[in-house]
């Protein structure tokens, strides 16, 4: 059993279209981080979100943690085909250094 | 750059052999991770470092053993490999709470 969940699983979609992206726990998160991982490559870390309700806006991704700190959207403006690529969620329990990782959202934008 | 290297980034080995992945980075960050991707599951953490010659288990660390004697180096070493370790393995670095910078990934296959 996951401790972080992402919904979907994978996603298509046309350019110029918009779409979200969740990852769900019934876990509270002291923090949580959001990635970007292209083929044969280590994710790149895109975001962190530290504060309930926080938004943080990066160009045309929009991120927002929950009120409760247990779940985080990930929210693409007039996707791109260089916005292609798994989109991975993390969480930090407690204060720890370590962060539990989701599956992940593998995202197809076609041109 | 953010100064991580894995090596080797391709390994074809055989089943009962061992086995040593080595990541460096120029960064002198404190924190050092060892974690494995497999379809489905996600990242998961085997094992990782707070310092020289300090480290801990992750979820994952069953057959696999690590070494770090100096800031900048961490062994991963699969003592007998097996078929189930057949797997993407991810070196990353980072600073307390901060977030994570991966190598570029050590493509494991064990025949």
């Known amino acids: 059993t996951q401790l972080l969940e992402q919904s979907p699983q994978f996603l298509s979609i046309q350019e110029g279209e918009n779409l979200t992206v969740y990852c769900n726990s019934s876990s509270v998160f002291s923090s949580l981080q959001w990635y970007r991982q292209e083929p044969g490559e280590g994710p790149v870390l895109l975001v962190t979100v530290v504060t309930g309700g926080e938004v943080k806006k990066l160009k045309r991704l929009t991120f927002q943690f929950g009120d409760a700190r247990k779940d985080s959207s990930l929210h693409i403006t007039a996707a791109q085909p260089g916005d292609t690529g798994l989109y991975l969620c993390a969480g930090a329990l407690g204060y720890g250094q370590n962060f539990v990782f989701g599956p992940g959202t593998r995202l197809s934008v076609l041109p | 750059d953010a100064g991580i290297t894995q090596s080797p980034r391709h390994k074809v080995t055989e089943t009962g052999t061992p086995v040593t992945l080595r990541c460096h980075q120029t960064?002198?960050?404190?924190?050092m991770y060892w974690y494995r991707q497999d379809p489905g599951h996600g990242l998961r953490l085997i094992h990782y470092s707070y310092g020289v010659k300090d480290t801990d288990k992750g979820e994952v660390s069953d057959g696999y053993s690590v070494s770090r004697s100096k800031t900048e180096d961490f062994l991963l070493t699969l003592e007998s490999a097996t078929s189930s370790q057949t797997s993407v393995y991810f070196c990353a670095i980072s600073e307390m709470r901060g977030g994570y910078t991966f190598g570029s990934g050590t493509r494991l296959t064990v025949v």
């Open positions: 960064e002198n960050h404190r924190y």
